[in-house]
């Protein structure tokens, strides 16, 4: 077959890294959050981070042992420094945790329960993601309609989507923080950070 | 940080890869697919064979330039050989098309306009993919109630999502050898593959 991405064996595998100013940044915050709090107020900071050293958009999540508030992974949104439209945060961090667990289910009996916690409300995607992962419980900053008044497309979403995740057992926890996690996404605005999206000229798309 | 997460360098990145099966079976069929059948008859064949090696769920999926038929990328569902929850067919596949283009948005002006083939129609994940990936048609087999009807779980997706997709301007086509590729979902059931899920006592998962 002659096609380019045959040639191209690159184009096998799919490589998703996080930033490299990630690894340090953590060393310095150490292993546990106790409290809703500490662990927003990290994935806030990692969102901020990442617009700070342009490595992506607006956007942070993590992984947490709930009962003990040990960290498990991370994520920040990668979409335009790996090309990837699916490398959101909430994805990177959810891919990242079950990596090291060697399991695709975070909510696998005989394991610690586990949370996600992002800077904003998941976008249409990253909604539809949170059940597959076996996270039980998702605590969120910002609102969607944050990310919809800083430009960014949120997709279709179930109208009660929280009502959604909870009638699978996952508890919905909104409004942690909410206004740092907001101040972040109008400060990418003002600071005229890219609002990309598959469709530039109809509306912005969340990352 | 003592985390043991931290201390595995091998957390900090996601890798995908193709099964290595797929590269003979794509230079044996070519390059290009000129009929909606030929390219779903690809992709529900992906989807077998991915059955019959062993290296995953049920589900295939395509990109395809849609006025030349040239394949630019596919995508198997790897969830349990990668310990990935969101290695689904079709995010395997538009991540790999995003890579060989070099481009997060398919549908970037100047570009051939792309098309998303799916054996079976998409999760609620994946739909939520769909728009932020830049393809303009979404060319599907089996419906989300053949894949219900094997057990596996759609997640929420909006109760007119072929409606949401194409309000974005993005072309639905349904049932396209809907009978074969849902005849891949009844033997991969009855031959007892696994019907994996986040949470297995409730219900299955789709992939």
Redesign the interface.
């Known amino acids: ?6 040639l ?1 064996m ?9 930033p490299g100013w ?2 340090e940044f ?2 310095e ?3 546990r959050f106790g409290t809703e709090d500490e662990r927003m107020r990290l994935i806030i900071e990692l969102s901020q981070l990442n617009v700070e050293h342009r490595t992506g958009g607006p956007f942070g999540a993590g992984v947490f042992e709930q009962q003990t508030g ?4 991370v994520g920040v949104n990668v ?2 420094s ?5 490398a959101h945060a909430e ?2 961090a ?15 009996e005989g394991r610690p329960t586990h949370e996600l916690v992002a800077s904003t409300e998941p ?7 949170i ?4 996270v039980r419980r998702v605590v969120c900053g910002a609102r969607g309609e944050d990310a919809v008044e800083t430009g960014f ?1 949120e ?5 009660d ?1 929280v009502g ?2 909870q009638s ?2 996952i508890e919905v926890v909104r409004d942690v923080l909410r206004e740092e996690a907001r101040a972040v996404l109008r400060k990418y605005r003002e600071s005229g950070g890219l609002i ?5 000229a ?1 509306r912005g ?2 990352s």
Do not use: F, T
């Open positions: 077959m002659a096609c380019g991405w045959k191209d690159a184009c096998e595998q799919i490589v998703l890294r996080l990630v690894e953590l060393d915050r150490g292993e040990r960290i498990v992974a979409v335009e790996y090309n990837c439209s699916i994805i990177v959810i891919a990242l945790a079950e990596q090291s667990l060697g399991c695709y289910d975070l909510g696998a976008c249409a995607m990253c909604l539809g993601a059940p597959w992962s076996g497309d997709g279709a979403k179930p109208s989507w959604a995740l699978r057992g990309y999206n598959a469709r530039r109809r798309q969340r």
